[in-house]
């Protein structure tokens, strides 16, 4: 069964900082991984997919790299701004094809 | 505009009762999913469905009832058996076999 875990659990930085946020799979065969955004109280947003056959995917300030062989993926936020608070989410496809959602990193930039 | 609505936005039921949540897209979408999150935690699934008049359990259905008599809408009953139904709830669609999912803004419930 595919488990995903995200650390840190929350996250608070100043505003121009480089972060990067970690997501973790059990089962790395896995064809492609998700990071969405979500905002309190508000349903989720698509960030960056990337398929197994890439090793990053960039959207302007974001960067997120899958490595299958270590079950691992990262989301690269750079030169962070107050409007990048919310929660980070990483999914990856689990049983029955259905995505496996993990915790999510609450994220506050300070200003 | 296109996309996927979800009412009501703010819920509230009391111990025993049956709610019913709706969900509707205009997408065109195959599929549409049920996901609940606890604070904190991230989603679960709840049901899905792949086509019209039909659908499959997810990781937490019990409690839960679903149906998809039309392509646009997956209402969600939670029903008096289900012992802890205070949380949020999302419904998400995508077309057949597509991993990206679009989400709807979500509905709270809360009992009292």
């Known amino acids: 069964k595919q488990e995903v875990t995200q650390i840190p659990a929350a996250l608070s930085v100043p505003e121009g900082e480089n972060l990067v946020l970690n997501c973790s799979f059990t089962d790395s065969a896995i064809y492609n991984l998700q990071w969405f955004r979500q905002d309190p109280g508000k349903g989720l947003t698509s960030l960056l997919l990337?398929?197994?056959?890439?090793r990053e995917q960039t959207s302007g300030r974001l960067n997120a790299s899958l490595d299958k062989s270590s079950g691992r993926s990262t989301l690269y936020i750079a030169a962070s701004q107050p409007g990048d608070s919310a929660t980070y989410l990483c999914?990856?496809?689990?049983?029955?094809?259905?995505?496996?959602f993990g915790g999510g990193t609450r994220l506050m930039v300070k200003p | 505009d296109g996309g996927i609505t979800q009412s009501p936005k703010y819920l509230f039921r009391k111990e025993g009762q049956n709610v019913t949540l709706s969900c509707e897209q205009n997408l065109n979408h195959d599929a549409m999913y049920w996901y609940r999150q606890d604070p904190g935690q991230g989603l679960r699934l709840i049901y899905y469905s792949q086509i019209v008049n039909d659908f499959q359990k997810g990781d937490i259905a019990e409690g839960y009832s679903v149906s998809r008599e039309k392509k646009e809408s997956f209402p969600l009953t939670v029903t008096s058996a289900q012992k802890n139904p205070t949380a949020f709830y999302l419904c998400?669609?995508?077309?057949?076999?597509?991993?990206?999912?679009?989400f709807g803004p979500g509905t709270r419930l809360t009992v009292l």
């Open positions: 999914a990856a496809p689990g049983a029955g094809n259905m995505l496996t």
């Open positions: 998400a669609s995508s077309t057949q076999g597509s991993h990206t999912q679009y």
């Open positions: 990337i398929q197994s056959s890439q």
